[in-house]
């Protein structure tokens, strides 16, 4: 294809991007750049298309637009999650100064090393319960009080999901054997005999 034919595909399916730009007009999400993201899945559709696959440009086009935003979405939540020791909180009322997560975490008992070593046991956690099963992921966090709400036994774990006690309790065992591999594949914690 030359040159010419290119721009002229993109040209031609530009108003792809916007409508799937405005079906992810999500709150916190610039429709500006979530045209431009999705510009750049048109792109990489345009110059990967492959007619002889019976597949119209436009139908295939679309998805790319989409992966495209749908991959920046993703990738906008995660740092959103993110969060530094050194990010302020709420101002200290009577010095007017912002106290900051780590002014939170560390203790007088505490070192800086033992707090930020807790925060990466944290993070690394929260990776590895991605892993699961949403119904795995909602059995831990509820069972093991992963979200602060306080722990729920697995009677009440199984009236709220819907199964039985005994489901619960063969789906906690997996999806702890589960998390114990993962952790100890990435080297969060030491393989035990």
């Known amino acids: 294809m030359t040159a010419a034919e290119r721009e ?14 405005r079906r992810y007009n999500l709150p916190g999400a610039d429709a500006d750049d979530l045209f431009q ?24 086009a679309l998805r790319c637009i989409d992966n495209e935003i749908l991959m920046a979405l993703r990738v ?23 106290l900051t ?32 099963s949403e119904r ?3 059995i831990i966090v509820g069972h093991y009080d992963l979200d602060g709400q ?8 199984a009236r709220r ?9 063969r789906l906690e065992r997996h999806a702890l054997h589960i998390l114990k591999a993962y952790l100890t594949e990435t080297g969060t914690v030491e393989q035990t005999a």
């Open 101 to 132: 997560l780590a002014d939170k975490l560390i203790t007088e008992s505490d070192t800086v090393f033992e707090a930020v070593r807790r925060q990466m046991r944290n993070e690394a956690l929260h990776k590895a319960l991605e892993v699961l």
């Open 161 to 169: 999901i819907g199964i039985s006690q005994g489901y619960v309790s």
């Open 37 to 60: 993201i999705g510009a750049i899945g048109l792109i990489k559709a345009v110059d990967s298309y492959d007619a002889g696959r019976g597949v119209k440009l436009a139908s295939y």
């Open 76 to 98: 906008s939540q995660r740092r959103r999650r993110e969060v530094s020791l050194d990010s302020p909180l709420l101002e200290d009322a009577n010095s007017g100064k912002a």
């Open 8 to 21: 002229a595909m993109i040209l031609s399916n530009r108003g792809l991007v916007g409508f799937a730009a």
């Open 136 to 138: 795995e992921r909602a």
């Open 150 to 157: 306080g722990a729920v036994n697995q009677a009440e774990l």
